[in-house]
């Protein structure tokens, strides 16, 4: 069994302080799973709006709900957009009124795009779940590369085979092309989707051109762009905007655009094997965008942003985090160096700290103010024990 203890307490937090949570992320990456250690779905106060049932128990939703006590769960919330307005109501109800009223809301959307209406801006705080990452599965080398090639959702890392992952994936995309993405109201034929879709993992960590897409799809520029944010919006995609300031240089102002499951990624690039991966063209992107994603997961900074400049020098993230500046270089090689561009990102970002992650075993300096850094070394280590205690 996989221990995502820590992603249950964070959740726990938050209903220990909020009316209301907005439990966001991709089908099938245990958000359900999760909903359950606090309310069990046989209970009344558990709602699968996929399930006509549950759909008919809310066709009077402010009778129906407004006569609960305690937590309400409410799965897969955009397909009842409207609900968002009764959701509203209750949640501004004075304590003394109702005084234990909480909504756990678990969508496959970013909220903006499930709730069209009605916004419940300032009334839920929301809590992004993610497939698995390296602090769940373990850094030996076997899970490691098993999350690199099958990606984080659940039933594809936990799959006994590759073979049977890949399939798994292959159907999930199928799914999510042909149902998911029109019960959003995001109306794309789904073959068209699916073209865009491979073009952007072959394009997978570049600077994002909307013009030869456009191109090679026989349609707009505003459409394609259309395309990308429903990707984005339903956690497929990660759009890295670019940071840039009156810093006296010609810097890039697209965003670095990169497909946010590894194993998505491979499936689409028709790789099922980590020895296909490992002689595929594409390896070392693939093994930037995962090392991305799991600084991200781990660090969880205040905001994110790539970097470059005209004249060639750029850094894959750029990490703020209160008053701190931190930049990371992802490269998968035996033992990294300090370059040129690395410099001046240091100088011209006024880096606190520069870590190049890569897929080694060690760490090390680099120069003044930079390190290489292991993948693993990032997760968050147990405490020491005393000295002199068993």
């Not at 699968?48 to 409410?74: N, Q, T, Y």
């Not at 490269?331 to 992650?357: C, F």
Request: proline share 6%.
């Amino acid at each position: 069994m996989i221990d995502r203890s820590e992603l249950q307490n964070r959740l726990s937090q938050l209903l220990n302080t909020f009316r209301a949570v907005e439990l966001v992320g991709p089908r099938q990456v245990g958000k359900t799973t999760l909903a359950r250690a606090f309310v069990d779905t046989a209970s009344p106060n558990y709602f699968d709006l996929e399930s006509p049932a549950a759909r008919r128990r809310l066709a009077e939703p402010m009778a129906a709900l407004g006569a609960l006590d305690g937590l309400v769960v409410i799965d897969e919330v955009q397909h009842m957009p409207a609900l968002c307005e009764v959701l509203r109501v209750l949640i501004d109800r004075p304590t003394h009124i109702h005084r234990k009223g909480q909504y756990l809301l678990l969508g496959s959307a970013n909220p903006s795009a499930m709730h069209k209406t009605e916004s419940l801006l300032g009334r839920a705080v929301t809590l992004e779940v993610t497939g698995f990452n390296l602090n769940e599965v373990g850094t030996d080398d076997t899970a490691a590369q098993q999350l690199w090639l099958r990606g984080g959702f659940p039933d594809a890392f936990l799959e006994p085979a590759d073979t049977a992952s890949s399939t798994w994936r292959d159907a999930t995309m199928q799914r999510y092309l042909y149902s998911d993405l029109p019960q959003l109201g995001m109306n794309v034929a789904a073959p068209m989707m699916l073209r865009f879709w491979q073009m952007v993992a072959h394009g997978h960590g570049q600077v994002w051109n909307a013009a030869p897409l456009a191109r090679s799809l026989g349609i707009s520029e505003t459409t394609v762009r259309r395309y990308l944010d429903h990707l984005t919006q339903t956690f497929m995609v990660r759009q890295l905007q670019p940071w840039y300031e009156n810093l006296g240089k010609r810097q890039v102002k697209a965003p670095k655009v990169y497909l946010r499951d590894s194993g998505l990624l491979h499936t689409l690039l028709g790789v099922h094997t980590l020895a296909q991966l490992l002689a595929h063209p594409q390896c070392g992107a693939s093994w930037t965008g995962f090392a991305l994603e799991q600084v991200l997961r781990i660090a969880r900074p205040d905001s994110a942003w790539s970097w470059a400049t005209h004249a060639g020098a750029s850094l894959d993230l750029l990490m703020l985090k209160g008053t701190q500046r931190i930049g990371v270089e992802f490269r998968r090689a035996d033992a990294p160096k300090l370059t040129p561009s690395m410099r001046i990102a240091q100088r011209d970002l006024k880096l606190d700290a520069l870590y190049v992650v890569y897929p080694g075993a060690h760490r090390y300096p680099l120069g003044e103010g930079a390190e290489a850094v292991p993948l693993w070394a990032l997760l968050p280590q147990p405490p020491q024990k005393p000295q002199g205690t068993a």
